[in-house]
């Protein structure tokens, strides 16, 4: 752990997640079969640094000043909190999590919200006292989940035996729960279009689908499906509220329409591509091409794509700002 900092300090800052920090652009992502978070250089496409953490490291959130990660190790029932400034520091390991598999921060990154999947249950993170403060029982094998932009709102994916997303109420987040259900295909990942007003969805087992769902406070209704690839994994809504998706078979990356959910335009050579982020300053976009053991990086102002050998299981991925 970081010595010499208190814990009241580090809470401040990570809790300031509405001061945005300086400064250029490094993806990070998770290794699980290295149990290793590493950075990558997107301008140079180069491995900068490589932190060894709890076993099988698979989700990554990044807080709003894009200087703290969070990370989940499902076989190792932890979760990680790592501030991301070079050299990057693991500054607390929550432990006890009962398979961890998916994390968000809320806005003011004061909390965190973690599904459970063997506990069937979200759990809830202060990050000012380090300390598991709550955990609201959803169901069966919750899965991934998205913050609403306001933090009034967390929705939840179960497995693919499920047919409901769950609702929670998370105005006072160490009192969540649930608040009502939507009733869905089997969803997979989830994110919230920046407005708050609408959640976009993939599918399990699906030929490629993704819906988009009216979000209401208690419920919600299915707007659209559309047929974008063959197996969509995961969704991603930048901060410029450009939708984003990954198509698993296909080894590709796609930005979709926001507003029907068409593909825009998208490159290849991602074999297993699983999570996707973009940076908000160049706008780099960044995969886990899970099958080829690399990172994908595609620069938007020249259009070209590189591949960075990482290791092998990339998972999830996260862009950070270093000074």
Request: charged share 20%; proline share 7%; aromatic share 6%.
């Amino acid at each position: 752990m970081l010595r010499g900092l208190s814990m009241v300090v580090l809470a401040a800052l990570v809790a300031a997640g509405a001061a945005r920090a300086g400064g250029a652009e490094l993806a990070y992502v998770t290794v699980e079969d290295m149990a290793e978070l590493v950075a990558v250089d997107p301008y140079s496409s180069t491995v900068t640094a490589r932190l060894r953490l709890p076993r099988g490291p698979h989700n990554l959130a990044v807080s709003s000043n894009r200087r703290y990660l969070l990370v989940t190790s499902p076989p190792a029932g932890a979760v990680t909190l790592v501030d991301a400034f070079p050299p990057a520091k693991v500054l607390k390991v929550f432990r006890g999590l009962r398979s961890p598999h998916d994390v968000e921060l809320a806005p003011d990154g004061r909390y965190a919200y973690v599904t459970e999947e063997r506990g069937g249950t979200v759990a809830v993170l202060s990050l000012t006292t380090w300390r598991i403060v709550r955990r609201v029982p959803v169901g069966a094998g919750p899965h991934d989940l998205a913050v609403r932009p306001d933090g009034r709102r967390v929705w939840v994916t179960h497995g693919p035996g499920s047919r409901l997303i769950t609702i929670l109420r998370t105005d006072r987040p160490a009192q969540a729960t649930v608040l009502g259900h939507v009733g869905s295909l089997p969803a997979h990942d989830i994110a919230f279009a920046r407005s708050g007003l609408f959640v976009w969805v993939t599918y399990w087992g699906s030929a490629g689908l993704v819906g988009e769902i009216r979000a209401y406070e208690r419920t919600g209704r299915l707007r659209l499906q559309q047929l974008v690839g063959r197996l969509i994994h995961h969704v991603e809504v930048d901060v410029g509220g450009r939708l984003w998706a990954t198509d698993h078979v296909a080894g590709r990356v796609l930005r979709l329409s926001s507003s029907s959910g068409r593909p825009v335009f998208g490159f290849g050579g991602c074999p297993g591509a699983h999570h996707v982020a973009v940076g908000p300053g160049h706008g780099y976009v960044v995969a886990a091409c899970h099958d080829a053991g690399t990172l994908a990086i595609y620069d938007p102002e020249t259009k070209r794509a590189a591949r960075v050998p990482v290791g092998p299981g990339p998972h999830g991925v996260a862009i950070a700002f270093v000074p």
